[in-house]
């Protein structure tokens, strides 16, 4: 059984208890509404058809946020087919627009039937434009705060509309735990990023360092991971994005992918071989002399030839290998030049955890330049050297 439809089961089983429990006894379940994701965008002109003046305590010269919440309900739950034919989604959103959290979401009570219940929540979802108009710590003060909102939720950022991640071209497909299964996909490549829940995400936004989120797109009603966003530690807003390839690369000099593969290229042959990381260790190690700082990363890796095209030489061959952990080095160091490039030269964000080395390191030069360590890394030179070890060769010979 897929993983959605478990969480879709155990979704209804909390329905069902819920009025059993002395706090939901007056509650039925046809009342009662799961919320199992959110997205937060900020407001277009139809979003809104009414007028701020006539709102008391609302201010008409502040941004507006368009929420959605999607909903498992029991009449979303009891989808099925009658003559072969689906007649209704497994999920309901619901969308409203305000200035503040909490009273928006109180709002969607003028127009839905149904009491939202977030403690099963899987995902928050907020839109680019959003996440680079609005400082993060204060969009998801609520969200932080709340008690119903578990700390296992994850946080991602979306290319576009937040909203368009939580529409599927398939009635029985639920978005917001789909999402949730997608990022589990983790342990298997370095493309998608671990995932940021809300019990991270508090710490990371009170440190004032920038960070990385998870980037999601929907095209053509499909929904894919496409690197990630960079979030700026100081204004606590989007900064840029990187690529898949750009990911890869800042997960090489972290050291935190559990797996992943580095295609790289025979020199004789131009044809491909594929590495795949068993395991990657990696060391960031700071230098000062004087008002100096430097860093020299080292990484290690082992791993296997999981896949190669070159028809001339044999896996067991020892110079065959030595060709390829060369031809996969140089791929490695490939990929974290143009990362590094990126991020010191046109983000100027340090979402590496350099800043965190010269912190264990060295206590009181962190002191001096925490306060404007964006910039400082931005102009701070790094080495790196990579040890590629292939230690397994498969089972074919040929």
């Not at 909102?149 to 529409?167: F, H, M, T």
């Not at 360092?209 to 929907?218: C, E, G, I, R, Y």
């Not at 160091?333 to 912190?359: P, W």
Request: hydrophobic share 35%; charged share 25%; aromatic share 8%.
């Amino acid at each position: 059984m897929r993983l959605y439809q478990r969480f879709l089961l155990g979704a209804m089983l909390i329905l069902i208890l819920l009025p059993l429990s002395g706090c939901w006894s007056n509650k039925e379940i046809e009342d009662l509404g799961l919320v199992a994701g959110t997205s937060l965008d900020l407001a277009t002109n139809s979003d809104y058809s009414g007028s701020l003046e006539e709102q008391e305590g609302r201010s008409s010269n502040r941004e507006l946020i368009t929420i959605t919440n999607q909903l498992v309900t029991s009449e979303t739950t009891a989808t099925g087919a009658k003559g072969g034919t689906v007649h209704q989604q497994a999920y309901k959103n619901v969308s409203e627009t305000g200035d503040t959290v909490l009273p928006t979401l109180r709002n969607m009570l003028l127009k839905i039937d149904k009491r939202a219940f977030a403690e099963h929540s899987k995902v928050i979802i907020i839109g680019e434009d959003l996440a680079s108009t609005l400082n993060l710590k204060q969009t998801l003060d609520f969200f932080l705060r709340e008690l119903e909102i578990r700390p296992s939720g994850v946080l991602l950022i979306a290319k576009n509309r937040a909203s368009d991640i939580l529409e599927s071209n398939e009635q029985t497909k639920i978005p917001a735990f789909q999402l949730r299964e997608m990022i589990q996909g983790h342990e298997r490549t370095s493309k998608i990023l671990p995932p940021m829940t809300f019990a991270k995400l508090e710490g990371k936004l009170n440190s004032n360092a920038s960070f990385l989120l998870q980037h999601v797109v929907s095209e053509n009603g499909e929904v894919k991971f496409v690197g990630a966003a960079v979030i700026e530690g100081k204004t606590k807003t989007f900064r840029g994005s990187l690529n898949a390839l750009e990911l890869e690369g800042i997960s090489w000099i972290t050291g935190k992918a559990k797996g992943g593969l580095i295609e790289s290229f025979d020199e004789k042959t131009n044809q491909p071989i594929i590495y795949e990381a068993l395991s990657i260790k990696s060391k960031i190690s700071p230098s000062v002399k004087g008002d100096s700082i430097s860093f020299h990363v080292k990484i290690e890796s082992e791993g296997r030839i999981a896949e190669h095209w070159v028809l001339s030489e044999q896996t067991f061959d020892n110079k065959f290998l030595k060709i390829a952990e060369q031809t996969t080095k140089k791929e490695v160091e490939r990929l974290m030049d143009n990362v590094l490039k990126k991020i010191q030269q046109q983000y100027q964000t340090d979402v590496s955890g350099f800043g965190n080395s010269l912190r264990i390191e060295y206590p009181k030069v962190w002191e001096k330049v925490k306060k404007n360590w964006d910039q400082t890394f931005s102009e701070v030179p790094i080495t790196y050297e990579v040890k590629i070890n292939i230690k397994d060769y498969g089972t074919s010979g040929d």
